[in-house]
C-alpha cells in the first residue's frame, strides 16, 4: 500500500514548485560559457603570456580568468 505522509507531501509539492519558477530553457541552457582559470596555467603562462592566451584561444575558450600572485602582477 502505497501511502503519503504528510511530510512527504509537503517536501514534493515544494519541490515542483520549485521546479515551477523556472522553464526549461533556463534549466538546460546549452550555450554556456566555459572558460579557463590562468591559474591552472601558471607555471607557464607567467613565462609566455601572449603565446598561451593564443593558445588557449586557438583550442576554443573564449573566456578566460585572471589572477594574481604574491608579485602583484595579474594575468
Known sequence: ???TTRRRFIQQSGLISAGLLFSAEELFKLNKNVGV??????D???KDPRGVIQKV?????KEVESFGYNKGNYF
Not at 57 to 61: E, K, V
Open 44 to 46: 607557464t603562462v607567467s
Open 57 to 61: 584561444a586557438g583550442i576554443g575558450y
Open 1 to 3: 500500500m502505497n501511502t
Open 37 to 42: 582559470q590562468l591559474y591552472t596555467l601558471r
